[in-house]
């Protein structure tokens, strides 16, 4: 009766595994038969040099840098917001806090994270678009600054929850050594705790700009549907989610060259989000290598 019990939950889970794998290939075929199709009628050097994206107008142009610069900007405010705000608490809370107190944050914290991005999106462009008006003249009401920061307001969870997770994971040994050859708690926690959960630390970045990387409804709503190939953070900017939410309205017509843009953007997204989880594997790997 046992062997029965493990062989259907064996094969339970073996069915999950494949499932997950079916949806993958299934999600590449779709976007590399529906891009390979626009590439056909669109040269992919235009696509990857033309600094203009204008596929719904009259004159159209197909250059993704315009998209791809608003993406990576809205990214790179996040993250540049994110990472310091987020690796403190995790510090703080690994090191500082007393264990009843970091028992009730981080889940406080984890919350975050299971706010509806529309919900962002709106506290973007009614509450953190005004109050940065106020004290920066001439900015949009549309703007990838205002979008970015509370996308790292949106990530931060990920990146406090996997640090402290990762800091929390180090031998007590370590941390106790430290402190028996004189070292304060400020060093001990950023010349010894860091660098021995590096490999976790950087993960959680990596796996933040992801994240970012592919967000929508705040930058569908905060950040403008601009296009435009700049790193001015107080103009309106379009990223390539947020395309893609533009044309799959309704507006464009089915299997047009318009609406095959969106999985030529798709496929670049795809793309790049595969990169980070690749980098982020290897340094991963490095990192456990390296203090085994």
Same mark, same amino acid.
């Given at each position: ?12 889970? #073996?069915?999950?595994? %494949? ?5 993958? /290939?299934?999600? *590449?075929?779709? +976007? =590399?038969?529906? !891009? ?108 990838? #600054?205002?979008?970015? %920061? ?5 990530? /931060?969870?990920? *990146?406090?929850? +996997? =640090?402290?997770? !990762? ?108 990169? #980070? ?16």
């Amino acid at each position: 009766m046992r062997k029965i019990k493990e062989l259907v939950i064996e094969r339970a889970l #073996l069915f999950s595994a %494949l499932i997950t794998i079916a949806v993958t /290939i299934g999600i *590449i075929l779709v +976007l =590399s038969i529906e !891009a390979f199709s626009f590439f056909s009628e669109v040269s992919i050097i235009d696509f990857l040099t033309d600094p203009e994206w204008t596929p719904l107008f009259t004159n159209k142009h197909f250059g993704i840098l315009s998209l791809l610069s608003g993406t990576l900007l809205t990214s790179f405010i996040a993250i540049a917001f994110a990472v310091p705000v987020g690796l403190s608490i995790s510090i703080y809370l690994s090191e500082y806090a007393p264990k009843s107190f970091r028992r009730t944050i981080k889940p406080l914290l984890e919350l975050l994270a299971a706010v509806p991005t529309v919900v962002y999106g709106f506290f973007a462009l009614m509450v953190v678009t005004p109050f940065l008006q106020s004290f920066i003249p001439g900015l949009s009401s549309f703007n990838s #600054l205002s979008a970015g %920061l509370v996308m790292g307001i949106m990530i /931060i969870p990920y *990146i406090s929850s +996997l =640090s402290e997770d !990762a800091l929390h994971a180090v031998p007590n040994s370590l941390r106790e050594a430290a402190y028996g050859m004189g070292s304060t708690r400020l060093q001990n926690s950023f010349k010894v705790m860091v660098p021995a959960a590096s490999s976790g630390i950087i993960v959680s970045i990596i796996l933040a700009i992801s994240r970012a990387i592919g967000e929508t409804m705040i930058v569908a709503i905060a950040a403008g549907q601009q296009p435009r190939l700049t790193f001015d953070p107080t103009v309106p900017v379009e990223t390539i989610t947020a395309y893609i939410v533009q044309v799959s309205l309704g507006d464009v017509q089915h299997d047009s060259l318009e609406y095959k843009t969106i999985f030529a953007a798709g496929i670049t997204l795809f793309v790049f989000t595969f990169l #980070l989880n690749t980098i982020s594997y290897r340094i991963r790997k490095k990192f456990q290598e390296k203090y085994e």
